[in-house]
C-alpha cells in the first residue's frame, strides 16, 4: 500500500489531501494560507515539508501528487513550469526523498465548487475549504487513473 499526498498549489493558498492506493478512499486534509510568493516561496516549502514529515513516517511508502496546470488544449504554459520548478525545489528538502507524480488539474477547483454548492456553507467557510477539496479531487482522478493503467 502507497500513501499519497496531494498538493493544489496556490497563490495565496495550497490544499492538501491524503489518501492510498488500496483503498482509494481520499480525504480533504487542510488548507494553507502562506502565499507562494512570500520569500520566494520559502515559507511554503518550509510548511510543505513539515506537512509530508507529519503525515508519513520515514519508512513508510509515500509519494506527491502535485497538480499540474495545463491549458485546456492540454499544453504547458507558464504556470506549469513554475510549478515543476516549485515542485523540484520540494523534492530536494524532503528527507526521506519522495517519489513526485504530476496530474492534470484542470476544473479541480470548478469539481470542489459544484461539491459546496449546496452545501449551505457562507462565501468565508467555502473558500477555507475549497482547494483542500481541490486537491482531494486532484487525487481521485490520480488514483483512478492508476487503476486503469
Request: proline share 3%.
Amino acid at each position: 500500500m502507497t500513501r499519497y499526498l496531494a498538493i493544489d498549489l496556490g497563490d495565496k493558498r495550497t490544499g492538501l489531501a491524503v489518501g492510498d492506493d488500496f483503498t482509494a478512499v481520499v480525504a480533504p486534509l487542510t488548507v494553507l494560507e502562506v502565499p507562494i510568493a512570500e520569500r520566494a516561496g520559502e515559507a511554503l516549502l518550509d510548511t510543505l515539508a513539515r506537512a509530508v514529515a507529519d503525515q508519513f513516517s520515514t519508512s513508510s511508502p509515500a509519494e506527491l501528487v502535485i497538480g499540474l496546470p495545463l491549458n485546456m488544449d492540454g499544453t504547458e504554459g507558464r504556470r506549469a513550469k513554475l510549478v515543476r520548478e516549485f515542485a523540484a525545489r520540494l523534492e530536494s528538502r524532503l528527507t526521506p526523498r519522495r517519489t513526485i507524480h504530476f496530474f492534470d488539474e484542470r476544473l479541480t477547483s470548478v469539481e470542489a465548487d459544484w461539491q459546496m454548492a449546496q452545501s449551505g456553507r457562507t462565501h468565508g467557510q467555502k473558500k477555507k475549504t475549497r482547494d483542500a477539496l481541490a486537491a482531494a479531487v486532484l487525487l481521485r482522478g490520480f488514483l483512478a487513473s492508476r487503476e486503469k493503467a
